[in-house]
Antibody, heavy 119, light 109 residues
Framework: EVQLVESGGGLVQPGGSLRLSCAASGFTVSSNYMSWVRQAPGKGLEWVSVIYSGGSTYYADSVKGRFTISRHNSKNTLYLQMNSLRAEDTAVYYC?????????????WGQGTLVTVSS | QSALTQPRSVSGSPGQSVTISCTGTSSDVGGYNYVSWYQQHPGKAPKLMIYDVSKRPSGVPDRFSGSKSGNTASLTISGLQAEDEADYYCCSYAGSYTVFGGGTKLTVL
């Protein structure tokens, strides 16, 4: 079965760090690009970051310099290292990926993991 | 990296058609044919409904269609059904980043 499973969310104080994981099954994380997308409570979707098959990475301006996307090919897992966290980073974080013949849309989504930044 | 502009809400009766617009710029919607649309029910992960402006993934009803003109993309849902009530988000590739719209809440009256 093709699926993504996120983990690592939780409560963290402002200025703290957290690392999210996204374990893939049924396909390899390095075969195409993969992204993190977040959704603040009651708000819309916000693209956060992408890592391409060749290793290039890009970030939303709102997280640039604080977040780092990476992957571990042998563990078939995507990561998001989040540093210097702010209250406005509070959101459900989804990992998302294209799949099969659909290479230009997020076809596979995880269930999301909630990150709460609060003192 | 400004969000694409969508109406906050639209509504229609069962059987009717509704269209949701998504306005960007020549740097995103207008510059690439990589617009996608997502349906999200409360508490659920988004679901891909349209990609590459007008293509439907397998399993998505042909009641859902997409188009684009200039910097504005549109999602049309015909023959509205109760289960179509959800939030809808457009999304566009923009080179070094990707951008979503603010979302549109579809109410089926």
């Amino acid at each position: 079965e093709v699926q993504l499973v996120e983990s690592g969310g939780g409560l963290v104080q402002p200025g703290g760090s957290l690392r999210l994981s996204c374990a893939a099954s049924g396909f390899t994380v390095s075969s195409n690009y993969m992204s993190w997308v977040r959704q603040a409570p009651g708000k819309g979707l916000e693209w956060v970051s992408v890592i391409y098959s060749g290793g290039s990475t890009y970030y939303a301006d709102s997280v640039k310099g604080r977040f780092t996307i990476s992957r571990h090919n042998s563990k078939n897992t995507l990561y998001l290292q989040m540093n210097s966290l702010r209250a406005e980073d509070t959101a459900v974080y989804y990992c998302a990926s294209p799949w099969g013949d659909i290479l230009t849309g997020y076809y596979i989504w995880g269930q999301g993991t909630l990150v709460t930044v609060s003192s | 990296q400004s969000a694409l502009t969508q109406p906050r809400s639209v509504s229609g009766s069962p059987g009717q058609s509704v269209t949701i617009s998504c306005t960007g710029t020549s740097s995103d919607v207008g510059g690439y044919n990589y617009v996608s649309w997502y349906q999200q029910h409360p508490g659920k992960a988004p679901k891909l409904m349209i990609y590459d402006v007008s293509k439907r993934p397998s399993g998505v009803p042909d009641r859902f269609s997409g188009s684009k003109s200039g910097n504005t993309a549109s999602l049309t849902i015909s023959g509205l059904q109760a289960e179509d009530e959800a939030d809808y988000y457009c999304c566009s590739y923009a080179g070094s980043y990707t951008v979503f719209g603010g979302g549109t809440k579809l109410t089926v009256l």
